[in-house]
């Protein structure tokens, strides 16, 4: 079985740049989330969507911010314009449904703003 | 919401078994711990959870004190793929959302 999928692996951009995310969760899995993760620190919930519905996102900045998943599968998380503090690694994980106990991460992606 | 405290890193020799501490203090009654590891330039993988009972599966064993204020997460023979952060979690809400804290970064040495 497929885990969960993520590109790019890596991303170098200039600041004030757009930039985008993509993920493709485990077939079958209802619920999908975006994390945050800076260097030392653990993962920051963005957003979390059940099917194609954002339930959660308040902690994502939607000054610059924007995520969708269309038809509940594969999801795009974007930025713009991305700043020099957006430089961190980019995770989305999926679960079967909200109260599931396990959460399967892709390996997200690293984005440097320079 | 019930917050985890750990120490922030740990060593063990390979062979060994790793115990892993975790204080809930504040944890309620129905709250379950949760264990997930992260090894370096890889996404989280969920270990284990628990309520009250001890757990055991094919990856480690979680030891949760009577009172429920601590537990401890224990990899039986620990080998070098195992050095990792450990993260010990106690989600909140309906929808189990996890909050994570730094955890404990894990180095097995050989």
């Known amino acids: 079985e497929a885990g969960v999928v993520q590109s790019p692996r890596y991303k170098i951009i200039e600041k004030k740049q757009p930039v985008a995310f993509w993920c493709n969760p485990i077939?079958?899995?209802?619920?999908l989330y975006w994390y945050l993760q800076n260097l030392g620190q653990g993962p920051e919930l963005l957003i979390r969507?059940?099917?194609?519905?954002?339930?959660?996102d308040s902690q994502l900045p939607k000054d610059r911010f924007s995520a969708e998943r269309l038809k509940g599968v594969d999801s795009t998380l974007k930025i713009q314009p991305a700043e020099l503090g957006d430089s961190a690694v980019y995770l989305c994980?999926?679960?079967?449904?909200?109260?599931?106990?396990?959460?399967?991460f892709g390996p997200g992606t690293r984005l440097t703003v320079l | 919401d019930a917050k985890t405290t750990q120490p922030p890193s740990m060593d063990c020799a390979e062979g060994r078994a790793a115990n892993l501490p975790c204080n809930h203090s504040?944890?309620?009654?129905?709250?379950?711990v949760y264990w997930y590891r992260q090894i370096h330039s890889q996404g989280p993988q969920y270990i284990i959870h628990?309520?009250?009972?001890?757990e055991t599966n094919e990856m480690a064993s979680l030891i949760i004190t009577e009172d429920r204020k601590s537990s401890t997460l224990i990899l039986p023979h620990a080998t070098l793929r195992d050095t990792a952060v450990y993260y010990c979690?106690?989600?909140?809400?309906?929808?189990?959302?996890?909050?994570w804290g730094a955890g404990t970064k894990l180095i097995i040495k050989p």
């Open positions: 994980a999926s679960s079967l449904g909200p109260g599931a106990y396990e959460q399967f």
């Open positions: 077939s079958g899995h209802n619920t």
């Open positions: 969507y059940e099917n194609e519905e954002a339930v959660d």
């Open positions: 504040t944890i309620s009654g129905n709250e379950y």
């Open positions: 628990g309520l009250k009972n001890n």
């Open positions: 979690i106690v989600p909140i809400g309906s929808n189990y959302q996890l909050i």
